[in-house]
Protein backbone atom coordinates (compact mmCIF):
# COMPACT_ATOMS: atom_id res chain seq x y z
CA UNK A 1 0.00 0.00 0.00
CA UNK A 2 1.34 3.30 -1.19
CA UNK A 3 -1.55 5.47 -2.10
CA UNK A 4 -3.55 7.60 -0.31
CA UNK A 5 -7.28 5.68 1.33
CA UNK A 6 -10.65 7.27 3.08
CA UNK A 7 -13.05 4.54 3.20
CA UNK A 8 -16.01 3.68 5.87
CA UNK A 9 -17.26 0.46 5.64
CA UNK A 10 -21.00 -0.49 4.48
CA UNK A 11 -23.76 -1.83 5.53
CA UNK A 12 -24.92 -5.04 3.92
CA UNK A 13 -28.31 -6.99 4.02
CA UNK A 14 -28.97 -10.03 5.92
CA UNK A 15 -28.95 -11.90 2.93
CA UNK A 16 -25.29 -11.40 1.93
CA UNK A 17 -24.38 -11.80 5.69
CA UNK A 18 -26.25 -15.55 5.48
CA UNK A 19 -24.42 -16.17 1.75
CA UNK A 20 -20.51 -14.83 3.18
CA UNK A 21 -21.43 -17.05 6.51
CA UNK A 22 -21.66 -20.12 4.05
CA UNK A 23 -18.84 -19.17 1.92
CA UNK A 24 -16.13 -19.07 4.42
CA UNK A 25 -17.31 -21.97 6.76
CA UNK A 26 -16.76 -23.87 3.36
CA UNK A 27 -13.75 -22.10 2.30
CA UNK A 28 -12.24 -22.69 6.07
CA UNK A 29 -12.18 -26.56 5.83
CA UNK A 30 -9.61 -26.03 2.62
CA UNK A 31 -6.08 -26.98 3.27
CA UNK A 32 -4.88 -27.48 0.27
CA UNK A 33 -4.07 -25.21 -2.58
CA UNK A 34 -7.54 -24.78 -4.50
CA UNK A 35 -8.48 -25.72 -7.53
CA UNK A 36 -11.47 -23.39 -8.48
CA UNK A 37 -11.09 -20.91 -11.44
CA UNK A 38 -9.75 -17.75 -11.45
CA UNK A 39 -13.21 -16.18 -11.91
CA UNK A 40 -16.79 -16.47 -12.35
CA UNK A 41 -18.05 -16.70 -15.99
CA UNK A 42 -20.75 -13.47 -14.93
CA UNK A 43 -17.41 -12.14 -14.08
CA UNK A 44 -15.71 -12.06 -17.69
CA UNK A 45 -11.93 -10.97 -18.15
CA UNK A 46 -10.15 -8.10 -16.96
CA UNK A 47 -10.30 -5.20 -19.71
CA UNK A 48 -6.43 -4.60 -20.09
CA UNK A 49 -7.41 -2.21 -23.35
CA UNK A 50 -9.12 0.58 -21.29
CA UNK A 51 -6.96 3.79 -19.40
CA UNK A 52 -8.00 3.84 -15.78
CA UNK A 53 -8.53 6.45 -13.17
CA UNK A 54 -7.81 5.77 -9.31
CA UNK A 55 -10.15 7.57 -7.56
CA UNK A 56 -10.30 7.04 -4.43
CA UNK A 57 -10.43 10.17 -2.49
CA UNK A 58 -14.09 11.06 -4.44
CA UNK A 59 -15.35 9.97 -7.67
CA UNK A 60 -16.02 12.37 -10.25
CA UNK A 61 -16.65 12.29 -14.07
CA UNK A 62 -13.49 11.04 -15.89
CA UNK A 63 -11.59 12.65 -18.42
CA UNK A 64 -12.12 11.60 -22.16
CA UNK A 65 -10.57 8.70 -22.90
CA UNK A 66 -10.72 6.93 -19.70
CA UNK A 67 -12.72 3.56 -20.17
CA UNK A 68 -12.55 2.33 -15.87
CA UNK A 69 -12.69 3.93 -12.74
CA UNK A 70 -11.49 2.61 -8.90
CA UNK A 71 -13.42 3.52 -6.60
CA UNK A 72 -13.83 3.35 -2.88
CA UNK A 73 -16.55 0.70 -1.60
CA UNK A 74 -18.46 3.37 0.11
CA UNK A 75 -18.80 5.28 -3.51
CA UNK A 76 -21.06 4.92 -6.63
CA UNK A 77 -19.72 2.18 -9.12
CA UNK A 78 -19.52 4.52 -12.65
CA UNK A 79 -22.46 2.91 -15.12
CA UNK A 80 -20.72 3.72 -18.12
CA UNK A 81 -17.24 2.42 -17.43
CA UNK A 82 -15.65 -0.31 -15.40
CA UNK A 83 -15.53 -0.52 -11.96
CA UNK A 84 -12.96 -1.49 -9.69
CA UNK A 85 -13.97 -1.32 -6.03
CA UNK A 86 -11.30 -0.94 -3.51
CA UNK A 87 -11.47 -3.07 0.10
CA UNK A 88 -8.89 -2.60 2.93
CA UNK A 89 -8.92 -6.56 3.76
CA UNK A 90 -5.93 -6.96 6.22
CA UNK A 91 -6.47 -3.54 8.07
CA UNK A 92 -8.93 -1.98 9.49
CA UNK A 93 -10.58 1.48 8.77
CA UNK A 94 -10.14 4.47 11.19
CA UNK A 95 -14.05 4.71 11.29
CA UNK A 96 -14.43 0.98 12.33
CA UNK A 97 -11.02 0.73 14.82
CA UNK A 98 -13.47 0.96 17.76
CA UNK A 99 -15.70 -2.17 16.21
CA UNK A 100 -12.45 -4.33 15.67
CA UNK A 101 -11.30 -3.87 18.90
CA UNK A 102 -14.48 -5.01 20.21
CA UNK A 103 -13.36 -8.34 19.20
CA UNK A 104 -9.77 -8.04 20.08
CA UNK A 105 -8.21 -11.20 19.26
CA UNK A 106 -9.31 -10.17 15.87
CA UNK A 107 -6.95 -7.26 16.17
CA UNK A 108 -2.76 -8.51 16.22
CA UNK A 109 -1.00 -7.63 19.45
CA UNK A 110 2.47 -6.84 19.84
CA UNK A 111 4.81 -7.60 22.42
CA UNK A 112 4.30 -4.48 24.26
CA UNK A 113 0.19 -5.41 25.03
CA UNK A 114 -0.71 -2.96 22.48
CA UNK A 115 -2.15 -3.75 19.20
CA UNK A 116 0.35 -3.50 16.15
CA UNK A 117 -0.27 -0.59 13.87
CA UNK A 118 0.33 0.89 10.49
CA UNK A 119 3.23 2.98 10.89
CA UNK A 120 2.40 4.66 7.48
CA UNK A 121 -1.38 4.70 8.64
CA UNK A 122 -1.00 5.04 12.62
CA UNK A 123 -5.06 4.90 12.96
CA UNK A 124 -5.65 1.60 11.05
CA UNK A 125 -5.00 -2.07 12.83
CA UNK A 126 -3.21 -5.25 11.58
CA UNK A 127 -5.68 -7.78 11.55
CA UNK A 128 -4.50 -11.03 12.80
CA UNK A 129 -4.86 -13.46 10.26
CA UNK A 130 -2.62 -15.96 12.23
CA UNK A 131 -5.63 -19.22 12.07
CA UNK A 132 -7.86 -20.76 9.87
CA UNK A 133 -10.28 -19.79 12.34
CA UNK A 134 -9.47 -15.84 12.68
CA UNK A 135 -9.23 -15.23 9.39
CA UNK A 136 -12.48 -17.02 8.62
CA UNK A 137 -14.02 -14.36 10.96
CA UNK A 138 -11.92 -11.71 9.13
CA UNK A 139 -13.23 -12.86 5.92
CA UNK A 140 -17.00 -12.91 7.31
CA UNK A 141 -16.95 -9.10 8.25
CA UNK A 142 -14.63 -8.08 5.42
CA UNK A 143 -16.84 -10.07 2.99
CA UNK A 144 -19.68 -7.48 3.66
CA UNK A 145 -17.87 -4.82 1.90
CA UNK A 146 -16.78 -7.13 -1.29
CA UNK A 147 -20.62 -8.73 -1.67
CA UNK A 148 -21.57 -5.13 -1.33
CA UNK A 149 -19.55 -3.54 -4.24
CA UNK A 150 -21.27 -6.49 -6.18
CA UNK A 151 -24.55 -5.13 -5.26
CA UNK A 152 -23.54 -1.71 -5.93
CA UNK A 153 -22.91 -2.17 -9.51
CA UNK A 154 -18.81 -2.57 -9.45
CA UNK A 155 -17.36 -5.27 -11.46
CA UNK A 156 -14.32 -6.01 -9.67
CA UNK A 157 -12.79 -5.43 -6.38
CA UNK A 158 -9.03 -4.84 -4.78
CA UNK A 159 -7.99 -6.03 -1.82
CA UNK A 160 -5.34 -3.49 -0.71
CA UNK A 161 -2.62 -4.25 2.24
CA UNK A 162 -2.02 -7.87 1.10
CA UNK A 163 1.36 -7.19 2.51
CA UNK A 164 -0.01 -6.01 5.95
CA UNK A 165 2.36 -9.44 7.47
CA UNK A 166 5.66 -7.37 6.66
CA UNK A 167 4.62 -4.63 8.86
CA UNK A 168 3.24 -7.53 11.46
CA UNK A 169 6.84 -7.59 13.83
CA UNK A 170 7.27 -10.94 12.41
CA UNK A 171 4.07 -11.86 14.23
CA UNK A 172 2.04 -13.36 10.65
CA UNK A 173 3.43 -14.71 7.24
CA UNK A 174 3.53 -14.71 3.49
CA UNK A 175 1.29 -17.92 3.95
CA UNK A 176 -1.28 -16.71 6.29
CA UNK A 177 -1.97 -13.28 3.87
CA UNK A 178 -2.23 -16.18 0.91
CA UNK A 179 -4.74 -17.84 3.09
CA UNK A 180 -6.59 -15.02 4.06
CA UNK A 181 -7.12 -13.89 0.33
CA UNK A 182 -8.25 -17.13 -0.67
CA UNK A 183 -11.37 -16.78 1.23
CA UNK A 184 -12.14 -13.07 -0.27
CA UNK A 185 -11.50 -14.39 -3.81
CA UNK A 186 -14.17 -17.22 -3.02
CA UNK A 187 -16.07 -14.44 -1.75
CA UNK A 188 -15.41 -12.37 -4.75
CA UNK A 189 -16.20 -14.84 -7.39
CA UNK A 190 -19.14 -16.12 -5.61
CA UNK A 191 -20.61 -13.09 -6.02
CA UNK A 192 -19.10 -12.50 -9.73
CA UNK A 193 -16.58 -10.46 -9.23
CA UNK A 194 -12.96 -10.42 -10.81
CA UNK A 195 -10.27 -9.75 -7.99
CA UNK A 196 -7.09 -7.81 -8.20
CA UNK A 197 -3.75 -8.28 -6.49
CA UNK A 198 -2.75 -4.68 -4.11
CA UNK A 199 1.10 -4.65 -4.83
CA UNK A 200 3.00 -7.15 -3.14
CA UNK A 201 4.68 -7.86 -5.64
CA UNK A 202 7.17 -10.36 -3.72
CA UNK A 203 4.51 -13.13 -4.03
CA UNK A 204 5.45 -13.94 -7.27
CA UNK A 205 2.67 -16.42 -8.93
CA UNK A 206 1.15 -17.37 -5.81
CA UNK A 207 -1.72 -14.84 -6.02
CA UNK A 208 -2.50 -15.88 -9.62
CA UNK A 209 -2.08 -19.34 -8.82
CA UNK A 210 -2.71 -19.97 -4.72
CA UNK A 211 -5.51 -17.40 -4.16
CA UNK A 212 -7.08 -16.89 -7.76
CA UNK A 213 -6.28 -13.05 -8.29
CA UNK A 214 -7.61 -12.00 -11.70
CA UNK A 215 -5.55 -9.15 -11.96
CA UNK A 216 -3.04 -6.98 -10.64
CA UNK A 217 -3.34 -3.20 -9.21
CA UNK A 218 0.46 -1.50 -8.85
CA UNK A 219 1.22 1.46 -7.33
CA UNK A 220 4.46 3.01 -8.23
CA UNK A 221 5.75 0.19 -9.98
CA UNK A 222 7.98 2.10 -12.58
CA UNK A 223 9.41 3.95 -9.40
CA UNK A 224 10.37 1.03 -7.83
CA UNK A 225 11.38 -1.03 -11.21
CA UNK A 226 8.45 -3.88 -10.47
CA UNK A 227 6.29 -3.87 -13.77
CA UNK A 228 8.23 -6.60 -15.50
CA UNK A 229 7.15 -8.78 -12.25
CA UNK A 230 3.72 -8.32 -12.17
CA UNK A 231 3.14 -8.45 -16.26
CA UNK A 232 5.23 -11.70 -16.15
CA UNK A 233 2.56 -13.17 -13.99
CA UNK A 234 -0.43 -11.05 -14.96
CA UNK A 235 0.17 -9.96 -18.61
CA UNK A 236 -1.84 -6.76 -20.12
CA UNK A 237 -4.34 -7.49 -17.21
CA UNK A 238 -2.96 -4.99 -15.07
CA UNK A 239 -3.17 -1.22 -13.89
CA UNK A 240 -0.19 1.17 -12.41
CA UNK A 241 -0.52 4.21 -10.69
CA UNK A 242 2.54 7.19 -10.34
CA UNK A 243 1.96 9.99 -8.15
CA UNK A 244 3.71 13.22 -8.89
CA UNK A 245 5.64 13.62 -5.78
CA UNK A 246 8.09 10.58 -6.63
CA UNK A 247 8.22 9.84 -10.14
CA UNK A 248 11.83 8.51 -11.46
CA UNK A 249 12.23 10.79 -14.13
CA UNK A 250 9.81 12.67 -15.91
CA UNK A 251 6.07 10.69 -16.61
CA UNK A 252 6.87 11.08 -20.47
CA UNK A 253 9.92 8.36 -19.69
CA UNK A 254 7.89 6.47 -17.52
CA UNK A 255 5.29 6.06 -20.62
CA UNK A 256 8.31 5.17 -23.04
CA UNK A 257 9.74 2.63 -20.80
CA UNK A 258 8.76 -0.93 -22.70
CA UNK A 259 8.20 -2.23 -19.13
CA UNK A 260 5.64 0.42 -18.67
CA UNK A 261 1.74 -1.63 -18.14
CA UNK A 262 -0.73 -0.01 -21.00
CA UNK A 263 -2.86 1.56 -17.87
CA UNK A 264 -0.81 3.32 -16.50
CA UNK A 265 -2.18 6.88 -15.10
CA UNK A 266 -0.31 9.82 -13.14
CA UNK A 267 -2.00 10.94 -10.19
CA UNK A 268 -1.64 13.44 -6.71
CA UNK A 269 -0.89 11.51 -3.74
CA UNK A 270 -3.92 12.20 -2.21
CA UNK A 271 -5.85 11.29 -4.94
CA UNK A 272 -8.06 14.45 -4.63
CA UNK A 273 -11.10 14.47 -6.76
CA UNK A 274 -11.16 16.99 -9.71
CA UNK A 275 -12.79 20.28 -8.47
CA UNK A 276 -10.30 20.02 -5.31
CA UNK A 277 -7.28 22.14 -5.69
CA UNK A 278 -4.10 20.01 -6.17
CA UNK A 279 -5.61 17.32 -8.71
CA UNK A 280 -3.55 15.66 -11.27
CA UNK A 281 -4.43 12.88 -13.61
CA UNK A 282 -1.99 11.87 -16.66
CA UNK A 283 -2.47 8.79 -18.54
CA UNK A 284 -0.11 7.46 -21.31
CA UNK A 285 -1.07 7.78 -24.56
CA UNK A 286 -2.38 4.61 -26.20
Same mark, same amino acid.
Given at each position: ??? &???L %????? /??? /??????????? &?????????? #???? /??A?TF #???? %???????? !??????????V?????????????????????? &???A???S??? *?????L???D?G #????????DE????A??D??R?????????????C??? !??DA???????????? *???????????????Y???A?TAG?L???KN???L?T???? *????????A??CH?????????E?????M???E????????F????D?????? /?T???????????????????C??
Amino acid at each position: MRG &SRRL %VWAVC /SLA /SLSLISSIVAC &SAVITERPSF #PRST /SAAGTF #PSDR %VFDYQLGG !GYEPADGVGGVARDSTDSADPDRYSLCYVNGFQ &SQPAERESWLA *EPDLVLFGGDGG #PVIDENWPDELILDASSDQLRARIAARIGESITHCAEA !GFDAVEIDNLDSYTRS *EGRLTQDDAIALARKYAVIAHTAGLLIGQKNAVELGTRGRD *EVGFDFAVAEECHRYDECGEYTEVYGAAMIDIEYTDNLRGSFAEVCDDAHTPF /STILRDRDLVAADHAGHVFEACAP
